[in-house]
């Protein structure tokens, strides 16, 4: 069973950058579509990013489109999330997920498509 640690989080103005990593124990991240979510103070966990088994498809949702970018390393079993212009409303605490799949190109959206969850890592982006 592949469990997942995030890594990456911290606290950065208006306009900066973090790179959160999401990490496996246990097992690589073959076989595993991957996404990130995040979930703000009293609001419900929302889509980020997602990306395929072979790393060759990723899906974002819009407001950060052009600015975060998914990427994976299967051989070093790390899944990346580069965040760029980040802005205050980015403040949350981030979450990869993961599944297992047998089509490699596919990708998921939603909470209930990922059986694996990381315990999540803070980010907060000051004004």
């Known amino acids: 069973q592949v469990q997942l640690v995030e890594s990456g989080g911290g606290l950065v103005q208006a306009g900066g950058s973090l790179r959160l990593s999401c990490a496996t124990s246990g097992r690589t991240f073959s076989f595993y579509a991957v996404g990130w979510f995040r979930q703000a103070p009293g609001k419900e966990r929302e889509f980020v990013a997602a990306?395929?088994?072979?790393?060759?498809?990723?899906y974002y949702t819009d407001f950060v489109k052009g600015r975060f970018t998914i990427s994976r390393d299967n051989a070093g079993s790390t899944v990346s999330l580069q965040m760029n212009s980040l802005k205050p409303e980015d403040t949350a605490v981030y979450f990869c997920?993961?599944?297992?799949?047998?089509?490699?190109?596919?990708?998921?959206?939603?909470?209930?498509?990922?059986?694996?969850w990381g315990q999540g890592t803070q980010v907060t982006v000051s004004s």
């Open positions: 990306i395929s088994w072979s790393g060759g498809d990723t």
């Open positions: 997920a993961a599944r297992p799949i047998v089509n490699r190109s596919r990708y998921y959206t939603g909470v209930n498509d990922y059986s694996i």
